[in-house]
């Protein structure tokens, strides 16, 4: 999902997707688990700085 630039801790990918995607995010993921869909979106995330 991420390249190396971004660590991924545990399974809750979504604590790394910025605040103002997150919502958009939420509501394509449950729609494409709904449906039995791919799922395909376009978000920034958030990463950790040194």
């Given amino acids: 999902m991420f ?3 971004f660590k991924l801790i545990g399974l809750d990918w979504l604590q ?3 605040p103002d995607d997150l919502k958009a995010v939420r509501e394509a993921w449950q729609q494409a688990i709904s449906g039995g869909n791919g799922f395909q979106q376009e978000f920034r995330v958030i990463q950790e700085t040194a």
Avoid: A, K
Wanted: proline content about 0%; some cysteine.
């Fill in 3 to 5: 390249d190396d630039n």
């Fill in 16 to 18: 790394c997707i910025h």
